[in-house]
């Protein structure tokens, strides 16, 4: 079946640190891919998506882009807050549901 | 606008018990989702419904039913709960399902946490 396997963290940067998240997919067709992010006691908000190849998602300064070849949708930001600390999840989605990744703890220090 | 709200924000339960979620999607989102987040892993699907119908359902046990009303709200029924149980329950809405490749963004809320002693 669709799957998504995510980077493990935790990743622990300082402020305006280069950031990216590695996510790689197994699908059949062709999924649309979402990262959502998920501040500590909240729900999951939605960060970025792409519903094909070579689509590039942003948002908040966050990137990813939809690589068919590699079957990936690497996040990246180029430089990152305080505010940023927060678990990060890929997602691929088919027909009806999202398949998430086991998610990524970033913090980043001042 | 009010996003996704979902009640009660936290619940404890004993094993053998039944419990009860309830989920308000966006207004005009006729579609409801519900998740299973395990402390320290992504969310699992559950249900999803979509004009009160059921339209796909993950792999959990019998234990686990759901609806959803007439006004698109919905509830989550977990009965003899046991405790691996114990994890935040995520309700999504989005304004109809896609068959494209689930393109259609999913909204969640904020969950309920449930705890089983």
């Known amino acids: 079946g669709n799957s998504v396997t995510q980077m493990e963290g935790p990743v622990t940067l300082s402020e305006e640190a280069f950031l990216t998240i590695n996510c790689t997919y197994t699908?059949?067709?062709?999924?649309?891919l979402f990262w959502y992010v998920q501040y500590p006691g909240e729900g999951l908000q939605l960060l970025l998506k792409a519903t094909k190849a070579d689509d590039k998602g942003s948002n908040k300064g966050f990137e990813a882009t939809y690589r068919k070849e590699t079957t990936s949708f690497h996040l990246e930001k180029g430089s990152v807050q305080v505010s940023d600390s927060a678990v990060y999840f890929c997602?691929?989605?088919?027909?009806?549901?999202?398949?998430f990744g086991a998610g990524t703890t970033v913090t980043v220090r001042a | 606008d009010a996003g996704v709200t979902q009640s009660p924000t936290h619940l404890i339960k004993t094993r053998g018990q039944h419990v009860t979620l309830r989920c308000s999607p966006i207004s005009g989102h006729k579609s409801v989702s519900w998740y299973q987040q395990v402390l320290g892993q992504g969310p699992q699907f559950i249900f999803q419904y979509y004009e009160k119908e059921e339209r796909g359902r993950g792999n959990f046990p019998d234990r686990f039913s759901a609806r959803q009303f007439p006004n698109y709200s919905s509830e989550l029924n977990v009965n003899a709960l046991l405790l691996g149980d114990s994890a935040l329950y995520l309700c999504a809405s989005s304004l109809s399902v896609s068959r494209t490749g689930g393109d259609q963004p999913q909204h969640f809320g904020d969950g309920t946490r449930l705890s089983i002693l």
């Open positions: 699908a059949t067709g062709y999924p649309s």
């Open positions: 997602a691929l989605g088919d027909d009806y549901k999202l398949s």
